[in-house]
C-alpha cells in the first residue's frame, strides 16, 4: 500500500522551462510535505516543504502548490538549469514517520 | 562538521551471513531513522529512535534489528542476510521538540549487496 504515489517516474526538461512533479497522498492524519533532492551518490537533502494550512509556497525558483481538499502536491521547478538535473522525492508525515514517494529522476537538457 | 556518518560505504555478503551497519550524528539530534532505497520505490523507512532506549518499527522492519544505547550512534543490524536485502541504506536524523522543524538530516549511505 503506497500512502504517497508520484509521477512522473522521470522528465526530460529543456533548460529554461519549468519542471513540475506531482504527488498525491491518502491519510489525511499528514501535517508536513516536504521535497527531498538527491544527486548521485549522495543522501537526500532537503529543498522546500509546506504545512497543509498554506496553499503555495515559494522559494527561488522553487515551488510548491498544495491542495488539501484533493490530497496533491506538486514541486514547480521554474527556469530548470542543468544542475537541477536530479532525483526528487515527495514526502508526507506525521509525527515520527517521514513516507517517500517513488521518486522523478530529472534530467535538464542545455 | 561531519553531520550523518555512515559504515561501511561498500559491502558485500553471502547470503545467511551477518553484519551491522553503523550510523553516528554529532548534532545531538534525539531522533534517528534508517531507511533503504530500492530502484522505483523510493526510500522506507525500516526503524527509528527518538532517543536513547527507545526504538520502533517503520514501513519495512523484517529482517532488521535496531537498539540505541546512546544519543549519536543508531547500528542497523542484519541477522541473516538475504538477496531481498540488496538494497543502498540511509541513515538519517533531526532535533525532537522544540527545535524540530521537520527537516531529516541524511548520511551519504550504504551500499550493501547480498549474494
Known amino acids: 500500500q503506497q500512502q504517497v504515489k508520484q509521477s512522473p517516474q522521470s522528465l526530460i526538461v529543456q533548460k529554461g522551462g519549468i519542471s513540475i512533479i506531482n504527488c498525491a497522498y491518502e491519510?489525511?492524519?499528514?501535517?508536513?510535505f516536504p521535497w527531498y533532492q538527491q544527486f548521485p551518490g549522495k543522501g537526500p537533502a532537503l529543498l522546500i516543504a509546506?504545512?497543509?494550512?498554506?496553499s503555495e509556497k515559494k522559494e527561488g525558483r522553487f515551488t510548491i502548490s498544495f491542495n488539501k481538499s484533493a490530497k496533491q502536491f506538486s514541486l514547480h521547478i521554474m527556469d530548470s538549469q542543468p544542475g537541477d538535473s536530479a532525483t526528487y522525492f515527495c514526502?508526507?508525515?506525521?509525527?515520527?514517520?517521514?513516507?517517500f514517494g517513488a521518486g522523478t529522476r530529472l534530467a535538464v537538457h542545455p | 562538521n561531519a553531520g550523518v556518518t555512515q559504515t561501511p560505504k561498500f559491502q558485500v555478503l553471502k547470503t545467511g551471513q551477518s553484519m551491522t551497519l553503523q550510523c553516528a550524528q554529532d548534532?545531538?539530534?534525539?531522533?534517528m531513522s534508517w531507511y533503504r532505497q530500492d530502484p522505483g520505490m523510493g526510500l522506507r523507512l525500516i526503524h527509528y529512535?527518538?532517543?536513547?532506549?527507545?526504538?520502533d518499527q517503520g514501513e519495512v522492519p523484517n529482517g532488521y534489528n535496531v537498539s540505541r544505547s546512546t544519543t549519536e550512534d543508531f547500528p542497523l543490524r542484519l541477522l541473516s542476510a538475504a538477496p531481498s536485502q540488496t538494497s543502498v541504506y540511509f541513515c538519517?536524523?533531526?532535533?525532537?521538540?522544540?527545535?524540530?522543524?521537520?527537516?531529516?538530516?541524511f548520511g551519504e549511505g550504504s551500499r550493501l549487496t547480498v549474494l
Open positions: 538519517a536524523s533531526r532535533p525532537y521538540g522544540v527545535t524540530n522543524t521537520g527537516e531529516l538530516f
Open positions: 491519510n489525511t492524519a499528514f501535517d508536513y
Open positions: 509546506i504545512r497543509p494550512d498554506v
Open positions: 514526502a508526507a508525515s506525521r509525527t515520527f514517520k517521514l513516507i
Open positions: 548534532m545531538n539530534h534525539e531522533y
Open positions: 529512535s527518538v532517543g536513547a532506549g527507545i526504538t
